[in-house]
């Protein structure tokens, strides 16, 4: 049994998914860092604050899941080259227009709410309610987020 009274064995696949989730957020909290650093064109202003505010986000997400994997009894990853071997998001070669990094910002988060969806089932049936609570706050964040892309798309 674990600190916080679970003892189930869905727990170590939930941690494995959560892990795999960490390396995501590793990867896109990198790629904003960059696309932050580097676009450029008539939006500038807006994107460069935008894409700044999601890093930050993307930052105490990361802390957050890799909390929650310890609070659960496991290890979260810690290495760079584990984040590039566990992530399915890709690191950010080049830095193209606008339009390229809003589309890539939002494949990015829709991959991450994928993610975040399979993990509430299995957290759920685990009866880990923490981890439900934690990802089920962060859904509508992201949601909202890619709505407000798709808009700047339009």
Do not use: C
């Not at 950010?92 to 993990?119: F, H, M, P, T, Y």
């Amino acid at each position: 049994m674990n600190a916080i009274g679970l003892n189930n064995s869905n727990l170590e696949q939930v941690s494995n998914k959560l892990n795999g989730l960490l390396a995501d957020y590793q990867i896109h909290y990198q790629n904003l860092r960059t696309m932050h650093w580097l676009v450029k064109g008539p939006n500038f202003f807006e994107l460069h604050k935008a894409f700044e505010s999601m890093y930050l986000d993307a930052a105490e997400k990361v802390d957050e899941i890799a909390e929650r994997i310890l609070i659960i009894g496991y290890q979260p990853l810690h290495t760079f080259s584990d984040y590039l071997d566990k992530s399915s998001i890709t690191e950010l070669q080049s830095v193209g227009n606008a339009g390229e990094l809003i589309e890539r910002v939002s494949e990015d988060i829709l991959q991450l709410l994928k993610q975040e969806r399979e993990i509430i089932r299995l957290a759920a049936d685990a009866s880990d309610e923490g981890t439900v609570a934690m990802l089920t706050e962060i859904l509508p964040q992201q949601e909202k987020l890619l709505w407000m892309l798709s808009a700047m798309q339009n």
